[in-house]
């Protein structure tokens, strides 16, 4: 699988867009990028997750660029409840199917 | 529509006892994951099973540890003789079976609140 970097940890006023990016330049065609959170000590949740295209849903826009090396996930109009580890994962759907971790990016929503 | 549910949600054992963790994937999931987190890490993969097998383990220590998904019933993950440094949160995860979607193949993977044991 292939790894992903992040920022160690950012900051974001209430009410404006999070912009969160991962770097993912080892990626394969096969692999997915994921996108989690993780409120503190609660189990992670599903955000986001694209292949090529970018990608949007109630909670959150995904941009992956063209030779998908990265991407940034976007939180449209970040809250409180925001707050959380976001976890960017390359993910291959085939038979090796295992969630890499790394340490994720620590989002702090500021009011 | 209940999603992934774990029991007991927090567990204290003693060194040397049994800690014993149920993992109800959500309906329609037939395929289950197992992971760990130790303080201030990220998550690690233990193991993945669908109903009455179990498919990978490579994450999964050798000894002590084991893991089921019978046929009925939910998935247990067993730790025995408990030592110190099994003091952890403990994921389970479960997915439908490989479905094409839009995007092609995707199976994603949906988290329950997760297992605090703690080993005095």
């Known amino acids: 699988d292939a790894k992903t970097t992040q920022p160690t940890s950012m900051d974001c006023a209430e009410g404006r867009a999070a912009n969160l990016p991962c770097n993912h330049s080892t990626i394969s065609g096969n692999e997915y990028v994921y996108w989690y959170r993780q409120i503190h000590s609660q189990g992670p949740q599903y955000i986001i997750h694209?292949?090529?295209?970018?990608e949007t849903n109630e909670m959150a826009s995904l941009i992956i660029t063209e030779d998908r090396k990265s991407s940034t996930l976007i939180l449209p109009h970040a809250t409180l409840r925001d707050t959380a580890v976001y976890y960017c994962i390359a993910f291959n759907a085939g038979n090796n199917r295992k969630l890499i971790w790394g340490l994720g990016t620590s989002l702090g929503v500021n009011p | 529509n209940a999603g992934v549910m774990q029991n007991p949600r927090h567990l204290v054992r003693r060194r040397g006892q049994e800690a014993r963790l149920r993992c109800s994937p959500m309906k329609g999931h037939s395929h289950v994951y197992w992971y760990r987190q130790l303080p201030e890490e990220g998550l690690k993969f233990m193991v993945y099973?669908?109903?009455?097998?179990?498919?990978?383990e490579s994450g999964m220590p050798k000894e002590r540890f084991s893991a089921e998904f019978p046929k009925e019933g939910p998935s247990i993950l067993r730790i025995q003789q408990v030592v110190r440094g099994d003091s952890a949160a403990y994921f389970c995860?479960?997915?439908?079976?490989?479905?094409?979607?839009?995007?092609?193949?995707?199976?994603?993977?949906?988290f329950g609140p997760g297992t605090r044991l703690l080993v005095l």
């Open positions: 099973l669908q109903k009455e097998n179990i498919i990978d």
């Open positions: 995860a479960s997915s439908p079976a490989r479905l094409a979607g839009r995007q092609g193949l995707v199976e994603t993977q949906y």
């Open positions: 694209g292949l090529k295209n970018n």
